[in-house]
T-cell receptor, first 115, second 112 residues
Framework: NAGVMQNPRHLVRRRGQEARLRCSPMKGHSHVYWYRQLPEEGLKFMVY????????ESGMPKERFSAEFPKEGPSILRIQQVVRGDSAAYFC?????????????FGAGSRLTVL | AQTVTQSQPEMSVQEAETVTLSCTYD???????LFWYKQPPSRQMILVIRQEAYKQQNATENRFSVNFQKAAKSFSLKISDSQLGDAAMYFCALNRDDKIIFGKGTRLHILP
């Protein structure tokens, strides 16, 4: 019973390139959350998605960042024209239904380094 | 305004001793959930313990227990019989609306 799978674990991009981070939620989970962790910081909420729907993107930067969770396949966090400040660990988490009684199960994170 | 506050950036405890990590939070909800997550050097986020606000009884999980003071909006984590494997960042978290909000974390060192 695989947990939340994130790939790549490490990604290096040059300024101006695009970064794509993928997340496959736990089996049976239909709710996906993306968080960003800067060095020595806590996790900052970015976006909450259900299949084919963005429920809450209040934590997403207004430009260059987008997320999707298609009917088939993993959730994708896409960062266009990356800058050095985008260097961080990006964590995906999933839950069986909305929060409340349910807890988040986290993936191992994807570390993005922008040169 | 910060929703979840962890006022101790770092703490140290002798192996086998007990340590308490502090957390305060702010919410206007009456029913909510609080969590402590552990992040070891591997960076994997691991749920340590969960507290439901409508339950007065403090949650416990083996060597981990909480002191939940709803009126004071305080949610501290007590680790008994500390072990070397407990060394990690510990994050207090609150679910608000449809997302979980994290504090900035406390780095716990275990001294052998």
């Amino acid at each position: 019973n695989a947990g939340v799978m994130q790939n790549p674990r490490h990604l290096v991009r040059r300024r101006g390139q695009e970064a794509r981070l993928r997340c496959s939620p736990m089996k049976g989970h239909s709710h996906v959350y993306w968080y960003r962790q800067l060095p020595e910081e806590g996790l900052k909420f970015m976006v909450y998605l259900q299949k084919e729907n963005i429920i809450d993107e209040s934590g997403m930067p207004k430009e260059r960042f987008s997320a999707e969770f298609p009917k088939e396949g993993p959730s994708i966090l896409r960062i266009q024209q990356v800058v050095r400040g985008d260097s961080a660990a990006y964590f995906c988490a999933s839950s069986q239904s909305g929060l409340g009684a349910n807890v988040l199960t986290f993936g191992a994170g994807s570390r993005l380094t922008v040169l | 305004a910060q929703t979840v506050t962890q006022s101790q950036p770092e703490m140290s405890v002798q192996e086998a001793e007990t340590v308490t990590l502090s957390c305060t939070y702010d919410t206007s909800e009456s029913d909510y959930y609080l969590f402590w997550y552990k992040q070891p050097p591997s960076r994997q986020m691991i749920l340590v313990i969960r507290q439901e606000a409508y339950k007065q009884q403090n949650a416990t999980e083996n060597r981990f227990s909480v002191n939940f003071q709803k009126a004071a909006k305080s949610f501290s984590l007590k680790i008994s019989d500390s072990q070397l494997g407990d060394a990690a960042m510990y994050f207090c978290a609150l679910n608000r609306d449809d997302k979980i909000i994290f504090g900035k974390g406390t780095r716990l060192h275990i001294l052998p």
